[in-house]
């Protein structure tokens, strides 16, 4: 332990710290948000109507996205407060144990009400978990990185969400062509859940063997920790909070547009099974892993905005495609998935630094997890369910729209954000 603390870690170890614990954990994020487009809803709701279940276990993957926001602040705080590391291990742990709990939760049939009740309760731990998670690997990331690669290291828990997904996409994929359907919806679906008590122990032996980051132990032996990182953002760092948050709604949108409602529509509507659409969803997701270090390679050479702003007016034209591609069958719901998940890398990548950079040491952790947890409210939260929502009402023309409204509001605030390339994280 001592050498740990005496002599600083290698960046690779740095990175693979940063990156496991979000890959993990939106491994445990993303197994809900695939549960919920094939299975939640008549497991957990009352029989009857079809599109009520559908809606309401949509509303269970809201649930997650406000309660984000509050675990980023409580996380935060005690970031901020008491160092990084030890942050980052209870967010990997609570995120865990709310995941495993899901898989191993009795159903409606079995339960009652209360099955949905302790599902949202749940759900709402799991959006905790992630709240505290992505700024504490972000901030362990950038807070080590040389000043010239910045983006370049904050990208490792960026490409986290890639890896998370493809794994959890694969494991469905797998479930789903080797059980019935009875099987899968009585327990295979559970499979994933269980699973993560194992990640979550590697990734916590990953975590523990890190020291805290330069930047912090800075901070603490000059005493210019924050008492109160909360009140010290929302009244003195807003504009930055505001305008970070508002740039990673087109982020949100791209992404949950393009997964969640998509392998809804295609199986719902579209006649599609679950082993059709899984495997494109695996091989687009392979398209943001691709643009994550383009991106960040690209922001350490020219600067956050130019890079952020390009990509975002390209995000705003994907959303036309989206009818379009999706008229042309299987193909075309590929073809949309990957260019809709190759620009969410390119518009989420630069956001590991992005963030960061908008705050001052004794507050960075708070900032930038509520910034990024805000814009989740405001691009996630409610997408799929006003997704259904605008297909009923105008078809998936309109669907399009929100994510191109969505490119519009990040495009906006990027606009009003100043460069923060050349910000140094650690002092």
Known sequence: ??????????????????????????????????????????????????????????????????????????????????????????????????????????SYAQWGIAAPVILCVLRFLQGLGLGGEWGGAALLATEYAPKNKKAWYGMFPQLGPSVG????????????????????????????????????????????????????????????????????????????????SLSMVVCYALFYIATVYTLKHSTEYMGFSRSDILPLMCGAIVFMAIATPISAALCDKFGRKPILIISGIIAFMTGFTLEPLLGFGYWGIFAFLALSLFMMGMTFAPMGAFLPELFPTQVRYTGASFAYNLGGILGASLAPYLAQKLFLMGGLSYVGFYISIAASISLLALFLTHETKDTNLQV
């Open 1 to 106: 332990m001592s050498n740990n603390q005496s002599k600083p870690p290698s960046m690779s170890k740095v990175a693979t710290a940063s990156f496991i614990g979000t890959a993990i954990e939106y491994y445990d994020f993303y197994i809900y948000a695939t549960a919920v487009a094939l299975v939640i809803g008549p497991i957990f709701f009352p029989p009857g109507d079809a599109s009520a279940q559908t809606l309401n276990a949509f509303v269970t993957f809201g649930i997650a996205f406000v309660a984000r926001p509050i675990g980023s602040l409580l996380f935060g705080h005690f970031g901020d407060r008491l160092g990084r590391k030890t942050v980052l291990v209870s967010s990997l742990l609570l995120m865990g144990i709310a995941t495993t709990l899901i898989g191993l939760l009795p």
């Open 165 to 244: 997904f493809l794994l959890s996409s694969g494991i469905f994929f797998l479930l789903s062509i080797s059980l019935t359907d009875d099987a899968f919806k009585s327990w295979g679906w559970r499979v994933p859940f269980v699973l993560s008590a194992v990640l979550v122990v590697i990734g916590l032996y990953v975590r523990l063997s890190i020291a805290e980051t330069p930047a912090f132990k800075k901070a603490q032996e000059k005493q210019q920790l924050s008492k109160a990182p909360v009140k010290e953002v929302l009244t003195k760092h807003a504009k930055p909070l505001v305008l970070g």
